[in-house]
């Protein structure tokens, strides 16, 4: 059960494998690289998507006049000075966007009849994603231009046996959090590959856990496979069924809540026989399934009984 999603994963995250080869190559097999490894390269069709981001160097080139152009570098702030120009806020808009903007302001100052600017991002500032959590290898991972979720995920060597159904995505402005799915299904994990740039960070947590304990035929903790969610029925399940000695309509559920542990009454033989629907478990739930002390007589009497028979023969045996 556990390592069914990592391999379910993992045959999608291998369609992606040969779009990221070039990009595992240039980081040994999936080794950290440092961002230095990757300066000073320009991007290629996709620039005109690329959005600025504090400490990028920007190539600003305009046509037919050398002496416009120059490279400046965005601040922390993310502004650039440019000649001419003057100072712009830039971070945040993308390459084409800067492009515009300073046509714009060459135009209505009259320093250019009719400007043609290429905008392109020699340098990132954080030129890496960042991949942490429940993932094979987490690390920095090079990404020159935009990348999917799954391409980086596969950069990090996949994910654990203990990863959850979801990872969630912080841009690198820090504003813009998302949540991706990691589900079972090969549609649902590609509709959600998310497009990633660099100074991103990816966390994959680990899996929710339920606990089934007392008298089940394998008692112990078990991860919320199920994309997250798992009912009563389900975990007892996992937990090998109960025994024959259970006292069904005795069991309790305990769940923590902000106010402290909350302990509820559950009568699971009419959950068993249909009569009341499953119940829907959360995180770091316990069920505990007591055992029936009248039951426990019950299937122990045969046992008593057999071994009180053999005393007796044994004690008539002897002269």
Same mark, same amino acid.
């Given at each position: 059960m556990i390592g069914f999603h990592a391999a379910a994963v993992a045959v999608v995250l291998g369609v992606t494998l040969t779009s990221s080869w070039a990009i595992a190559q240039a980081g040994a097999d999936g080794k950290k690289l440092s961002p230095q490894a990757t300066s000073n390269v320009s991007l290629d069709a996709d620039s005109s998507r690329v959005r600025v981001?504090?400490?990028d160097l920007l190539a600003v080139k305009v046509f037919d006049v050398d002496e416009l152009t120059q490279d400046v570098r965005v601040s922390d702030r993310g502004d650039a000075a440019l000649t001419f120009v003057g100072r712009l806020h830039l971070a945040g808009l993308t390459t084409g966007e800067v492009q515009?903007?300073?046509?714009?302001?060459l135009r209505d100052g009259n320093f250019v009849r009719e400007p043609q600017v290429s905008v392109l991002i020699e340098e990132y500032g954080t030129q890496g994603v960042s991949v942490l959590g429940e993932v094979a290898k987490p690390g920095v991972y090079p990404v020159l231009g935009p990348r999917n979720l799954l391409d980086v995920i596969a950069l990090a060597s996949g994910l654990t046996p203990m990863a959850a159904h979801e990872a969630t995505i912080k841009r690198r402005q820090g504003i813009e959090v998302l949540t991706a799915s990691l589900s079972y299904n090969p549609s649902e994990l590609l509709a959600s590959n998310i497009e990633l740039w660099p100074? *991103? $960070?990816? /966390?994959?947590? &680990?899996?929710?856990?339920?606990?089934?304990?007392g008298d089940v035929g394998r008692p112990g903790g078990f991860l919320m496979e199920n994309n997250g969610r798992v009912s009563l029925l389900e975990a007892v399940a996992l937990a090998s069924g109960v025994n024959r000695t259970a006292a069904l309509s005795k069991v309790r559920i305990i769940r923590k809540t902000p106010a402290g542990y909350e *302990? $509820?009454? /559950?009568?699971? &033989?009419r959950i068993l026989q249909g009569k009341t629907a499953d119940i829907a478990l959360q995180r770091e739930d316990i069920v505990y399934i007591p055992s029936s002390a009248a039951r426990s007589l019950l299937f122990r009497a045969p046992e008593v009984l057999q071994?009180?028979?053999?005393?007796s023969v044994v004690y008539t045996a002897v002269p």
């Open positions: 981001g504090p400490g515009t903007l300073v046509e714009n302001r100074g *991103d $960070t990816v /966390i994959v947590p &680990k899996a929710g856990i339920v606990y089934v304990i *302990d $509820t009454p /559950i009568d699971l &033989k071994a009180a028979a053999a005393s």
